[in-house]
């Protein structure tokens, strides 16, 4: 059974551009949520999708969106960059929405630097 | 507000010896994860704990839940090389539908 995919694996953007980050789930996993994860500040939790819809959200701006299709990929997005930014962040996905001792597999990241 | 405090933050020793990693928290969760996560991967589970007072054993890994379900704790026996990375735990509260990861703590274990 494939693991959590996540692409890319690196990026490099300058201040103010925007970026869209890939996760696709392990196969029959319906939820899928996003976290940054910074030196400073650990994982912080962005945002949870289930059935295409957002189901949790954490405390980021605006500028972090995300979406899910009908296949359980998602995709999140920043925009407006700024060095803050700089993260990897981390896509996991489980079986069920919500229950917050689901099991997560998390895929390996995509590592975000901002200059 | 980080809810989930670990202690220590960096842990350097020798293979053989044993240690012990601190979760700790002034709130009541419902169950709590450990996680490993190394170098250029994403965090991948050890263990869950449910019942206060629980202890669980994964080989040289033992993990417990206080009584109270407000902290925990992770000692590792004789640590080996392979047990080197950053040691999250995470904390489901009741009513809260997503989990709360702690501050981390990164092992080196040298041989």
């Known amino acids: 059974k494939a693991g959590v995919t996540q692409t890319p694996r690196y990026l490099i953007k300058t201040r103010g551009q925007q970026v869209t980050l890939s996760c696709s789930p392990i196969s029959g996993h319906r939820s899928v949520s996003w976290y940054q994860q910074t030196p400073g500040q650990g994982l912080q939790f962005l945002f949870e999708?289930?059935?295409?819809?957002?189901?949790n959200k954490g405390n980021f701006p605006g500028r972090f969106s995300g979406r899910q299709f009908s296949n359980s990929r998602s995709e999140m997005n920043v925009s407006t960059l700024e060095l803050g930014d700089s993260a990897l962040y981390l896509c996991a996905s489980s079986q069920l929405q919500g229950a917050a001792n689901e099991k997560l597999f998390f895929g390996s990241g995509t590592q975000l630097s901002v200059l | 507000t980080q809810l989930l405090e670990q202690s220590p933050q960096f842990l350097s020793i020798q293979e053989g010896e044993n240690l012990t990693v601190y979760c700790n928290s002034s709130?009541?969760?419902?169950?709590l994860q450990w996680y490993r996560q190394e170098p250029g991967e994403g965090p991948v589970l050890l263990v869950t704990v449910v019942t206060g007072g629980e202890v669980k054993k994964l080989k040289r890994l033992t993990f417990q839940f206080g009584d109270a379900r407000k902290d925990s704790s992770l000692h590792i026996t004789a640590a080996q090389p392979g047990d080197t990375g950053l040691y999250l735990c995470a904390g489901a509260q009741t009513g809260f539908q997503k989990l709360v990861f702690g501050t981390g703590t990164r092992l080196l274990v040298s041989p």
């Open positions: 999708y289930f059935s295409e819809t957002q189901r």
């Open positions: 709130s009541v969760f419902s169950s």
